[in-house]
């Protein structure tokens, strides 16, 4: 058997971190009601989520408070979130619990897996990417999130007129993201350059005090054409 030309792309590079007793009693007891096991083939939204919605997929949700913050406000959609690291999916499923969030489920998978072969092609109405890690070290640009292969993958998997969202809080990332968004040919910037922050994307904590202090964040949208 041949080897691939290519390295596979990946979506993250796991750390260890400190999952709290409540943490892990969530994801114990909580992942079988909220969450979706990986598995190849693609899901049927309208009968995960018992409805037929436009459905946003979340990629590195953190601990997941703007994903359950989003989820509450815009009852009418889908979400879809993805996120490795076991702190933040215990997180999110105890906010999804006590919000009682029937719009909201997640996968602890590598993204770019669920996206090869869970996701159908065209079937998402919109996808998000809010503060992926900078990895600002040059050396280590390799292992950012955004990257040419990762677009056209998501790319393909949003249905026409549905967007890619990405948020930054490093002016050179933002500037490579426009970029490899820009060089995409099934996508279509939605305006000059950076685009303002839409309502549906809460200010954390962490950026409220980041733009007291002066420092920028830049959001970058994209329309599938």
């Known amino acids: 058997?041949?080897?691939?030309?290519?390295?596979?792309?990946?979506?993250?590079?796991?750390?260890?971190?400190?999952?709290?007793n409540a943490q892990?009693?969530?994801?114990?007891?909580?992942?079988?009601?909220?969450?979706?096991?990986?598995?190849p083939g693609a899901l049927d939204f309208a009968q995960i989520f018992g409805r037929s919605a436009p459905?946003?997929?979340?990629?590195?949700?953190?601990?997941?408070?703007?994903?359950?913050?989003?989820?509450k406000a815009h009852p009418e959609n889908n979400y879809l979130a993805i996120e490795v690291h076991t702190p933040g999916v215990g997180?999110?499923?105890k906010l999804i619990a006590e919000g009682e969030l029937a719009n909201l489920?997640?996968?602890?998978h590598d993204a770019v897996e669920v996206l090869e072969h869970m996701i159908a092609p065209a079937a998402l109405a919109?996808?998000?990417?809010?503060?992926?890690?900078?990895?600002?070290?040059?050396?280590?640009?390799?292992?950012?999130?955004?990257?040419p292969g990762l677009v056209a993958l998501l790319a393909s998997r949003l249905a026409p007129g549905a967007y890619l969202h990405a948020a930054t809080?490093?002016?050179e990332y933002a500037e490579q993201i426009l970029a490899v968004f820009a060089a995409e040919p099934t996508l279509a910037n939605t305006t000059a350059g950076y685009a303002q922050r839409p309502d549906y994307r809460p200010l954390t904590k962490f950026e409220n005090?980041?733009?007291?202090?002066?420092?920028?964040?830049?959001?970058i949208i994209f329309r599938k054409i």
């Open 91 to 93: 997180s999110l499923l």
């Open 126 to 147: 919109g996808a998000h990417i809010f503060f992926p890690d900078p990895w600002p070290k040059k050396r280590h640009h390799k292992r950012r999130l955004i990257q």
């Open 105 to 108: 489920r997640l996968i602890q």
């Open 1 to 20: 058997m041949s080897e691939p030309s290519h390295p596979p792309i990946r979506s993250f590079v796991l750390r260890q971190g400190r999952v709290s």
């Open 209 to 219: 005090r980041g733009l007291k202090l002066g420092h920028g964040v830049w959001d």
């Open 55 to 71: 459905t946003i997929l979340e990629i590195g949700f953190g601990m997941g408070e703007t994903t359950a913050l989003i989820a």
């Open 24 to 39: 892990r009693r969530a994801v114990d007891t909580l992942s079988s009601v909220y969450g979706i096991p990986y598995a």
């Open 169 to 171: 809080d490093w002016q």
